[in-house]
């Protein structure tokens, strides 16, 4: 077995900021990367902001590693490690400036479908018995009480404002296990599961930003989403997700810390 592309697709969150999301597959690996937005100004790797270095380092790692799943994200885990080593420029103001990002992956293996994650990614999977998540059923509630609490319409600066990022500062200082810098952790901290799978299943691996379709907002059920995407593609969910978002541009519906997020997925069908 192997895995066929059917649709990909990456919208940043606004045109004038660069996208930090990545998707890729291979032949019977792929993935999804989504870097955390900086939270100060370029310099601890360079000219080039820490989300968008992690998420194209990681990129490229997915891109170049073989073999079973566990060995392909270990690969990525120490490729960053030692890419951070050879291009950091100066130490960390503090920990919250340390890159970051949530991922999934998925490995054909056998008979058997392998999910690794590390965050809010999400991997969806139509099988002939229904349609599951393979990593945890995404749950906002935190982070929307998190943004109410700083007030109304919080989000529709973006993490552009003091008090905003003075809170996500404070928030990323927290323990939590990301796809970073610190091979260790990621590798303590990364979940595998496994599902059997058949010629013909379904896999969508999106970004939380694409997720908040049935989270954030629930526009539709995980099982419709999957209808529609099968009847319409990916293009219909993307229009609308974000004719969501701007009919709340002021973040007053669905309170978030900006308007719209980097919101990426791919389509795999299992051939």
């Given at each position: 077995?192997?895995?066929?592309?059917?649709?990909?697709?990456?919208?940043?969150?606004?045109?004038?900021?660069?996208?930090?999301?990545?998707?890729?597959?291979?032949?019977?690996?792929?993935?999804?990367?989504?870097?955390?937005?900086?939270?100060?100004?370029?310099?601890?790797?360079?000219?080039?902001?820490?989300?968008?270095?992690?998420?194209?380092?990681?990129?490229?790692?997915?891109?170049?590693?073989?073999?079973?799943?566990?060995?392909?994200?270990?690969?990525?885990?120490?490729?960053?490690?030692?890419?951070?080593?050879?291009?950091?420029?100066?130490?960390?103001?503090?920990?919250?400036?340390?890159?970051?990002?949530?991922?999934?992956?998925?490995?054909?293996?056998?008979?058997?479908?392998?999910?690794?994650?590390?965050?809010?990614?999400?991997?969806?999977?139509?099988?002939?018995?229904?349609?599951?998540?393979?990593?945890?059923e995404p749950d906002r509630e935190a982070?929307?009480?998190?943004?109410?609490?700083?007030?109304?319409?919080?989000?529709?600066?973006?993490?552009?404002?003091?008090?905003?990022?003075?809170?996500?500062?404070?928030?990323?200082?927290?323990?939590?296990?990301?796809?970073?810098?610190?091979?260790?952790?990621?590798?303590?901290?990364?979940?595998?599961?496994?599902?059997?799978?058949?010629?013909?299943?379904?896999?969508?691996?999106?970004?939380?930003g694409f997720a908040a379709l049935f989270?954030?907002?629930?526009?539709?059920?995980?099982?419709?989403?999957?209808?529609?995407?099968?009847?319409?593609?990916?293009?219909?969910?993307?229009?609308?997700?974000?004719?969501?978002?701007?009919?709340?541009?002021?973040?007053?519906?669905?309170?978030?810390?900006?308007?719209?997020?980097?919101?990426?997925?791919?389509?795999?069908?299992?051939?």
């Amino acid at each position: 077995m192997h895995l066929d592309l059917i649709q990909s697709l990456s919208l940043a969150g606004k045109a004038d900021v660069p996208n930090d999301d990545r998707i890729g597959s291979a032949e019977r690996h792929a993935w999804v990367i989504d870097g955390a937005t900086d939270l100060g100004p370029a310099g601890l790797l360079g000219e080039r902001g820490g989300a968008a270095w992690l998420a194209q380092q990681a990129q490229r790692a997915f891109t170049l590693a073989t073999g079973p799943l566990q060995a392909v994200c270990e690969h990525v885990f120490d490729d960053l490690a030692l890419a951070y080593a050879r291009d950091r420029q100066r130490d960390p103001i503090a920990g919250w400036e340390l890159p970051r990002a949530a991922f999934a992956a998925v490995g054909l293996e056998g008979n058997e479908l392998v999910c690794a994650h590390l965050a809010d990614c999400v991997v969806l999977h139509r099988s002939a018995q229904g349609i599951a998540f393979l990593t945890p059923e995404p749950d906002r509630e935190a982070e929307r009480a998190e943004a109410v609490a700083l007030g109304p319409g919080t989000g529709a600066h973006g993490v552009r404002t003091p008090a905003v990022i003075a809170d996500r500062r404070v928030a990323r200082e927290r323990p939590k296990a990301v796809l970073g810098v610190d091979a260790r952790l990621a590798k303590a901290g990364t979940c595998y599961n496994r599902v059997p799978v058949a010629r013909g299943d379904d896999l969508v691996l999106m970004s939380d930003g694409f997720a908040a379709l049935f989270d954030t907002y629930e526009a539709c059920t995980p099982a419709s989403f999957m209808t529609q995407m099968l009847a319409d593609g990916l293009g219909a969910l993307a229009q609308l997700l974000r004719r969501i978002e701007h009919d709340d541009a002021a973040c007053m519906r669905y309170p978030r810390f900006k308007m719209s997020d980097d919101a990426s997925a791919m389509w795999l069908r299992v051939g």
